[in-house]
């Protein structure tokens, strides 16, 4: 079982920070990523086209969804796919065990899905005696590790190359002290091969669903999404509602779009399309919905869901690089997930809309044009309004708005401040202001600008 | 034309420095400027931080102050940005509306209202630029990394008609310097970091001062400077570009 943590967002990234070469290594390894994407899109003179386009096709997508997804489950049927709605996660989870039991197994391997994260599944079927394997590298490691996944499209990006050698020697019987990551990536490879080989159960994500078609894509660059559902007697792709596409063409803007913005890379190594199960075989959608026609309902916030999951906002995020995905105790770390989590449970993500500076530079590399940074200044309005903000903060701002809405008081309180300040340092520069902490206070000038300017001009 | 100059709170108080830089500037350009006694701030530091609502006696100052003149102009983006994007007033709507369309940030409105195109300035120094994020990627008064769009920067132009400047490149343009409002303090950790790498990237490159449109920025770097007891110093654009 992995455990969930409970403390906020502020105080697990302090934690974080008490290791500042691991804190310097992580920035560093995601900048470089953020860097190769920069270079991968000034490659496209279109670029900016393109990502208005994929805007403007998920759109159209969450204006007619009703629609889209009926056409989709009609053609996905007529093309021999079982297809199966769930209204949350438990539901979701309860098709999933349902379908391992028909197929008479105790053992699945399921590829990178993070509605599955966000589901519980591997706790739910593991709580019910089904084994499941991650297939994933990244996320291998991190199951293997019992963790959960720090990123959504590198799951195991927070550890180091010794970290993972020592979780190979202790779980996969590997020799100690080995980090050549080649040597890591076969050990993987032959512990994996044998998982698919064995399974006939798998379980994969879909990046895009196409409503004209009634097929559907999954991208990895590893394969192994492919090797677990060709091998397997029984494939479930399990979708969120905002997975569908309109027709087919339209992967021609997505799919330039995605690996571009995630690693750098033009496309994913494997883009593979799903359609008609061979003989003999089955393939089942699950179609689930989890809060998302609540957020669809919500006018600020229902263009959160033209998300495609390509981490872009993670990894230029100068927060989230400075405090690992695991500070934002959720599913889905990251800006996109501090937009995403309050709609799911605001108060136990009452924190997260609150772990950003609103810089912007997540809304300027989304793929799709989510306006990010808005919606954590909208969210921060909503989480107070609905009343989780702390009542120190709630005083605090009272006493702020009093002062700064009368002159006369604003002007008393700076000249004390800076009197504290210029005479009573200590009073400011303790262990009490968080300021101080590892910042100096400014100086202390003799005088405002309103006074000096009282003095100077208006004479 | 008559500009009204707003100047944010906390350069009120702590930058006067700054607040005259910009008054002497403008004034040397031509302008008319006024200074209404009875402004305070603008609501951003409530507002970001969940507390929209309570931002109706700031708001209502700042009509009040602000709506006769021409032109409002800020030696600050980001409170500039709050301005445009936040303000409003439900008794006068009306008027919220056109001060959104008449407040500039200071290096906007030199460049794109008053079009100017030389300085008298000297400053003889290696200098870094701070671009501050709602300056840069809320205000566009410069091209960002993450678009694909032409190079353009209304500070940096400005700051290439000063004699004797020496600007120093870095290695990541346009990050965040982390003060973020309250985040400065309820995000402490990160803050302090995001602000320590960036003043590093500055000394790396061998600038002498930190410059940018956000005294807030600067302050928060300036913080850091000085508790690891640097020489090197943060100064306002307005003093640089006021420099003789």
Redesign the interface.
């Known amino acids: 079982m992995i455990a969930r943590n409970k403390k906020e ?2 105080e697990l ?2 934690e ?2 008490r290791d ?1 070469d691991r ?1 310097n290594w992580h ?1 560093e390894t995601l ?1 470089w990523i953020r860097e190769k994407r ?1 270079k991968s ?2 490659q ?2 279109e ?2 086209h393109l990502r208005e386009a994929a805007s403007q096709i998920k759109n159209n997508v969450l204006s007619n969804l009703h629609n889209y997804l009926l056409q989709f489950e009609k053609n996905a049927i007529s093309n021999g796919i079982e297809l199966h709605w769930a209204a949350n996660a438990d539901e979701h989870n309860r098709i999933v065990h349902r379908l391992i039991n028909e197929a008479n197994v105790v053992r699945m391997v399921k590829s990178k899905s993070m509605l599955t994260e966000e589901c519980g599944l591997n706790e739910y079927l593991a709580q019910h005696g089904i084994e499941v394997i991650d297939s994933d590298l990244g996320e291998r490691i991190v199951q293997l590790a019992e963790e959960p996944p720090s990123h959504i499209v590198l799951p195991c990006i927070h550890k180091k190359k010794e970290e993972i050698g020592e979780i190979f020697h202790k779980h996969l019987g590997i020799e100690a002290n080995i980090s050549d990551p080649q040597f890591l990536t076969e050990t993987a490879r032959q512990h994996l091969r044998g998982i698919f080989l064995t399974r006939k159960v798998a379980l994969t994500g879909v990046n895009f669903a196409v409503a004209e078609t009634g097929e559907f894509v999954v991208c990895t660059n590893e394969g192994n999404a492919d090797m677990g559902a060709h091998l397997a007697d029984v494939h479930i792709a399990s979708m969120g509602i905002e997975k569908i596409i309109p027709e087919r063409k339209h992967l021609g803007v997505f799919l330039r779009l995605l690996t571009r913005s995630a690693t750098g890379q033009p496309i994913t190594t494997y883009s593979s399309h799903f359609k008609t199960p061979r003989d003999g075989k089955k393939i089942h959608i699950i179609i689930v919905d989890n809060g998302r026609t609540v957020q669809l309902g919500r006018k600020d916030f229902r263009n959160s869901l033209k998300c495609i999951r390509c981490a872009a906002c993670f990894n ?1 995020c ?2 989230y690089r ?2 690992g995905g695991h500070s934002y105790h959720t599913a889905i770390a990251g800006p996109i997930g501090s937009i995403l989590a309050p709609n799911l449970d605001m108060k136990k993500y009452a924190d997260l ?9 997540c ?3 989304c793929p799709v044009k989510i306006d990010i940074h808005e919606q954590l ?1 909208k969210w ?2 909503v ?3 609905n009343g989780y ?1 702390s009542t120190t ?1 709630k005083a605090g ?2 006493a ?2 009093w002062t ?4 006369f008081l ?1 002007h008393l309180a ?1 000249k004390a ?2 009197w504290v300040i210029k005479y009573a340092p200590f009073a400011v520069n303790n262990k009490l202001n ?2 101080y ?9 003799e ?4 006074e ?3 003095k100077n ?2 004479n | 034309m008559k500009v009204g100059l707003f ?1 944010p ?1 906390y ?7 700054a ?2 830089a910009t ?1 002497k500037l403008l004034e040397k350009l031509g302008v008319e400027v006024f ?1 209404p ?5 603008c ?1 951003q ?14 708001n209502e ?1 700042f009509i009040e102050n602000f709506a006769a003149f021409d032109y409002i102009v800020a030696p600050s983006g980001s409170c500039v940005l709050h301005v445009r994007d936040h303000l409003h007033d439900d008794k006068n709507p009306g008027a919220a509306k056109v001060i959104s369309h008449k407040i500039y940030e200071l290096t906007a409105f030199l460049t794109d209202v008053l079009k100017v195109k030389r300085l008298d300035a000297k400053f003889p120094h290696r200098v870094g630029i701070h671009q501050s ?2 300056g840069q ?2 205000l566009h008064i410069s091209s ?6 032409p190079e353009f920067s209304k500070p940096l132009s400005l700051l290439q008609m000063v004699s004797g400047i020496d600007i120093v490149e870095l290695d ?1 343009k346009d ?2 310097c ?4 309250t ?15 960036r003043v590093a990237d500055h000394l790396e490159h061998g600038a002498e001062y930190i410059t940018g449109v956000d005294m807030s920025c600067l ?2 770097m ?3 400077l ?2 690891q007891g640097s020489k090197v110093k943060v100064i306002h654009i307005a003093e640089i570009l006021n420099a003789r």
């Open positions: 967002h502020a990234a302090q974080f920070n500042e804190v920035d900048w920069d899109a000034h496209i003179p670029w900016e230029t100068p927060v400075r405090s809309p609150f772990a950003s500076t609103l810089c912007g530079s809304s300027n590399v200044y921060r309005q989480i107070v309004k903000a903060k701002m009272q702020m708005t700064l809405s009368s002159p604003y700076g401040g800076r968080p300021w902490k590892h910042r100096d206070m400014p100086a202390s000038p005088w405002s600008f309103s000096w300017y009282q001009r208006q | 100047i709170c350069v009120d108080q702590f930058y006067p420095g607040a005259i008054l200074y006694p009875k402004q305070t701030c609501g530091p409530m507002a970001n931080s969940g507390f929209e609502h309570l931002t109706t006696g700031c100052l994020c709602h990627r809320g960002m990394t993450e678009l694909v769009e990541r990050e965040c982390g003060f973020g409002g985040f400065c303090v309820t995000e402490e950790a990160v803050s302090v970091k995001m602000g320590k790498d302050m928060h300036e913080g850091i000085k508790r």
